[in-house]
């Protein structure tokens, strides 16, 4: 096994730096580039918002006692669970958007990522929540806490420092799967560096730049989620 | 107290853990002890007179009035008494000091300045006041236990009740808890508990009732029910529990 691993890091570096890269016919192109890797973090941004927001209404409707709105969320989550995002950006895209007048596609790209990304999110947004012992139900019941203050004092908090860890691998993802909104003609940062790439004909020099761009975004996260995960780490 | 309970019935599923007890404890009675065999029933009633459970059938009377049967009055219910479970009655993500506040500034309407004043000399009250700053997680279980039990008597309850508050701890933790509860018996609050520690029933409580399959077994003064248990059944208890 570790003959194996090492055996492909040895081959994918020397893919990698074997390659004769033409670095100066990139330089017309690093603004472009630069444009492109902003407009993925603004979208990316967005898209986390909303979608946390989103997957928080999503597991509040799955938790919650009304039948209907329960089996809805679920319809919602096993939908989107079950189908790849890009024929799900396409059908947005080019099904939806026209029909509800969006005409941005940056916009339809927030939208249909926030729907996508929601979707994982409120499964491990309900899994916190009900890892949460029935004992500390007890006993904030015992103390006079409503349901909504046993939520809000006792079960929320305890289960954030649980979800922590793969809510923040879900937000990596989601920077990660925004690439794929070049299939949907949205400038963002691998648009430009397959643009720049295609126009420089077959150099493939653009995309070390690229994986380094979102190396960038996502390395933070997980630092910032161990952060976290330690500062929470009161139990044990 | 003034405890009545009639008919009173309660199922978990096919196990009837309760099997339609009737029940009258008065005055001068104000510690209660209930004992008996695991799953004879103690939890089950102790979760009733709390209003943590709904009874299937019958009805559950303290001090003259009585338990509603709605989310509402059993809310309204539970905010006036106190109640001990065996263990993790703490929140892990507050310190000790939070977990006593807790219910007053949230349940009880006091003011965090208010709160922490009466939370404080709870703690200190009981031998914690250098760990008031310290998460569950870093007490002892015992330390645990006493901070649970300031909690329940911070906002003064009616009735308070305490579900084998130390089969989760070893002697010398089971003792200092003891101690604090003993000490509470004598300050005349009324208290219900269920306990394996026959000593300590006999010493603290003023009336036991022996549970067992759900059914009260036997009612007596406690100095009487461990003399000359009436019941055969009770006895046989007493000789095996009190061998050792």
Known sequence: MAVVLAASFCFFFYAIFSHQY??????????????????TVWISLAALVVSTSLAGGLTVA?????????????????LVRGTPLLVQLLIGAYMLAPKLGIGNRAVVG????????????????????????????????????????????????????????????????????????YAISVTEFTAQARSANAQTYSDFAAYLPLAVGYLVLTLPISLWSRRLEKRFRYEH | MNIELSNLGKRYGETHALRAIDLSVEDPVRVLALI????????????????????????????GERLATDE??????????????????LFPHFSALENVMLPLTEVHGRSKIEAREVAMAGLERFGLADHAHKH???????????????????????????????????????????????????????IVLSTHEMGFARAVADEVVFLADGQVVEQAAAERIFEQPESPVVASFFSRVMRY
């Open chain 1, 110 to 181: 927030v939208i249909m990522l926030s729907v996508f990304a929601a979707a994982y999110l409120a499964e491990i947004f309900r899994g916190g929540i009900e890892s949460i012992a029935k004992s500390q139900w007890d006993s904030a019941r015992s103390i006079g806490l409503t349901e909504r203050q046993t939520y809000r004092w006792v079960v929320i908090p305890q289960a954030i420092r649980r979800v922590l860890p793969a809510t923040a691998g879900q937000f990596a993802n989601l920077i990660k799967d925004s690439s794929l909104l």
């Open chain 1, 62 to 78: 799955k938790l919650s006692e009304v039948k209907p709105a329960s089996w809805l969320a679920n319809l919602y989550i096993e």
């Open chain 2, 136 to 190: 569950p997680a870093e007490m002892s279980g015992g330390q645990q236990q006493r901070v649970a039990l300031a909690r329940a008597i911070a906002i003064r309850p009616t009735l308070l009740l305490l579900d084998e508050p130390t089969s989760a701890l070893d002697p010398e933790m089971t003792a200092e808890v003891l101690e604090v509860i003993e000490e509470l018996c004598r300050e005349g609050q009324e």
């Open chain 1, 22 to 39: 033409n670095w100066s016919s990139m330089v017309p192109y690093a603004g472009n580039l630069l444009a492109g890797w902003w407009t």
């Open chain 2, 36 to 63: 008996g065999p695991s799953g004879g029933g103690k939890s089950t009633l102790l979760r009733l007179l709390g209003g943590l459970e709904k009874p299937e059938n019958g009805t559950v009377s303290i001090g």
């Open chain 2, 72 to 89: 509402a009055g059993l809310l309204a219910h539970r905010r006036g008494n106190g109640f001990l479970f065996q263990a993790f009655n």
